[in-house]
């Protein structure tokens, strides 16, 4: 797999909870780190995803903001 974003982090599906339209998919990326996700049903469909299957979590974006107490 070759691709421009620069944050792909490698986890096994934990949960996939469907609805009408999207799923939620959540990735545990290491021990108690997730990243839940929002895809359609049709993307979950075609990407095969599976509990307890692995899969990269990609991370793109333009802007990150932080903040702090």
């Not at 982090?9 to 990735?27: H, M, P, W």
């Not at 509990?51 to 990150?64: C, T, W």
């Amino acid at each position: 797999m070759k691709i421009s974003a620069r944050n792909s982090l490698i986890g096994k599906v934990k949960s996939i909870n469907e609805g009408a339209v999207n799923n939620e998919v959540v990735i545990e990326i290491a021990a108690g780190v997730e990243i839940t996700s929002v895809v359609t049903k049709a993307s979950c469909e075609a990407l095969g995803l599976t509990v307890g299957a692995d899969a990269y979590a990609v991370i793109k974006a333009s802007d990150v903001m932080v903040a702090v107490d």
